[in-house]
C-alpha cells in the first residue's frame, strides 16, 4: 500500500483559512452492514466516520475515493454511485474554522479485496454495522440514511 501524503499542518492551517477543502468519502457496503471507523486524531476524534479524505490536485472524485478507502482500511473498492454532497463548516483545533464539501460514494467490496481491515493512524477501530452508532455526526448520519440505513 502507498504511503499516505500528508499536507504538512502549517500549510493546511493556511488553506482553510482562504478556502473549502473538498473530500471524497465511501459508503462501503457489505452483506447489508456498513464499515465505519473510529477517529484516532482531531478534528472528530472519538467519532464514527465513513473512510474518506481530501482531493488531491488533479485527481478524480471517485479515484480519490478509492484511494482513501484503500489508504484507511486496506480494501479495494468498486463504487456503485453517487449518495450526496453534504456542505458544513466545522470549528477545528486553533480555533480556526474549516469549510467542507464532501462527496459521498456508496461503494462495494471488490473481488480483488480480502475483507481484511488495516487500519492506518487515523483510526482506533472499525466496525460493520445495520445502524447509527450514537457518536456519528449529523452530515453523516444523512449520507448513512441515503444508503438505506437508520
Same mark, same amino acid.
Given at each position: 500500500?502507498?504511503?499516505?501524503?500528508?499536507?504538512?499542518?502549517? &500549510?493546511? %492551517? /493556511?488553506?482553510?483559512?482562504?478556502?473549502?477543502?473538498? +473530500?471524497?468519502?465511501?459508503?462501503?457496503?457489505?452483506?447489508? =452492514?456498513? &464499515?465505519? %471507523? /473510529?477517529?484516532?486524531?482531531?478534528?472528530?476524534?472519538? +467519532?464514527?466516520?465513513?473512510?474518506?479524505?481530501?482531493?488531491? =490536485?488533479?485527481?478524480? %472524485?471517485?479515484?480519490?475515493?478509492?484511494r482513501e478507502a484503500l489508504e484507511e482500511t486496506g480494501l479495494?473498492?468498486?463504487?456503485? =454511485?453517487?449518495?450526496?454532497?453534504?456542505?458544513?463548516?466545522?470549528?477545528?483545533?486553533?480555533?480556526?474554522?474549516?469549510?467542507?464539501?464532501?462527496?459521498?460514494?456508496?461503494?462495494?467490496?471488490?473481488?480483488?479485496?480480502?475483507?481484511?481491515?488495516a487500519l492506518d493512524f487515523e483510526s482506533s477501530d472499525s466496525?460493520?454495522?445495520?445502524?447509527?452508532?450514537?457518536?456519528?455526526?449529523?452530515?453523516?448520519?444523512?449520507?448513512?440514511?441515503?444508503?438505506?440505513?437508520?
Amino acid at each position: 500500500m502507498k504511503k499516505k501524503k500528508q499536507l504538512p499542518y502549517p &500549510l493546511y %492551517l /493556511k488553506i482553510l483559512e482562504v478556502m473549502p477543502m473538498v +473530500y471524497a468519502d465511501v459508503v462501503l457496503v457489505h452483506e447489508g =452492514k456498513f &464499515l465505519l %471507523l /473510529k477517529r484516532n486524531i482531531s478534528p472528530m476524534k472519538g +467519532y464514527w466516520l465513513t473512510p474518506g479524505g481530501r482531493l488531491e =490536485k488533479g485527481e478524480r %472524485l471517485e479515484a480519490a475515493a478509492r484511494r482513501e478507502a484503500l489508504e484507511e482500511t486496506g480494501l479495494h473498492v468498486q463504487i456503485t =454511485k453517487l449518495l450526496g454532497i453534504e456542505e458544513y463548516v466545522q470549528r477545528i483545533p486553533g480555533n480556526k474554522k474549516r469549510h467542507c464539501i464532501n462527496f459521498y460514494y456508496q461503494a462495494i467490496l471488490s473481488p480483488r479485496s480480502r475483507n481484511r481491515i488495516a487500519l492506518d493512524f487515523e483510526s482506533s477501530d472499525s466496525g460493520w454495522f445495520t445502524s447509527i452508532p450514537s457518536k456519528t455526526p449529523s452530515y453523516l448520519k444523512r449520507m448513512l440514511g441515503e444508503a438505506g440505513f437508520k
